[in-house]
T-cell receptor, first 112, second 116 residues
């Protein structure tokens, strides 16, 4: 089947700390992988994506690499800011099923 | 960039009434729109996939007679919660797919429904 597992939160970091949010997936075929961010009371915004193995998605200092051998798509940022505080969702899209599958979300709290 | 709007952003209704939520793609044509439900501190649950001009495909466990979905045009899909009950209170989010951009989905800002 298709599923996404991401680390439970909340994750609390000090400003300028290094961030890693783990995400692993199971899927049939060739899925695309995504990270979305949700700020309080808002919908989801696409943060970055990767469409095939070894692709690296990046945006606003965040990065994630599509690792097929480890079925992972971990999110990283070298130096977080208070404004990065939000909930982050890992997701995959499987074209065979025409459907997105979301992880449970990881809340990030960044303290000044 | 691609923008998806939802209206209303918040709605409070009495138990037993019906509520309609609109989802619009503002600057692209969306042949497919998705409706999700999000419970507090939880992930998104896909309720249904809506294709323009055809019946929506509902996920298992979602009552199609309770959550009516209409996708009448390439830029508009509506979700009607019929005979709402307090347990229907939730955050409803729609997304739309731009066929030209491939599989990427663009999400609306969500609608907070509270049934009293």
């Amino acid at each position: 089947g298709n599923s996404v597992t991401q680390m439970e939160g909340p994750v609390t970091l000090s400003e300028e700390a290094f961030l890693t949010i783990n995400c692993t997936y199971t899927a049939t075929g060739y899925p695309s992988l995504f990270w979305y961010v949700q700020y309080p009371g808002e919908g989801l915004q696409l943060l970055l994506k990767a469409t095939k193995a070894d692709d690296k998605g990046s945006n606003k200092g965040f990065e994630a690499t599509y690792r097929k051998e480890t079925t992972s798509f971990h999110l990283e940022k070298g130096s977080v800011q208070v404004s990065d505080s939000a909930v982050y969702f890992c997701a995959l899209f499987n074209p065979n099923f025409n459907k997105f599958y979301f992880g449970s979300g990881t809340k990030l709290n960044v303290k000044p | 960039g691609a923008v998806v709007s939802q209206h209303p952003s918040r709605v409070i209704c009495k138990s037993g009434t019906s509520v309609k939520i609109e989802c619009r793609s503002l600057d692209f044509q969306a042949t497919t729109m998705f409706w999700y439900r999000q419970f507090p501190k939880q992930s998104l649950m896909l309720m249904a996939t809506s294709n323009e001009g055809s019946k929506a495909t509902y996920e298992q466990g979602v009552e199609k007679d309770k959550f009516l979905i209409n996708h009448a045009s390439l830029t508009l899909s509506t979700l009607t919660v019929t005979s709402a009950h307090p347990e229907d209170s939730s955050f409803y989010i729609c997304s739309a797919r731009d066929q030209i951009q491939g599989y990427e989905q663009y999400f609306g800002p969500g609608t907070r429904l509270t049934v009293t």
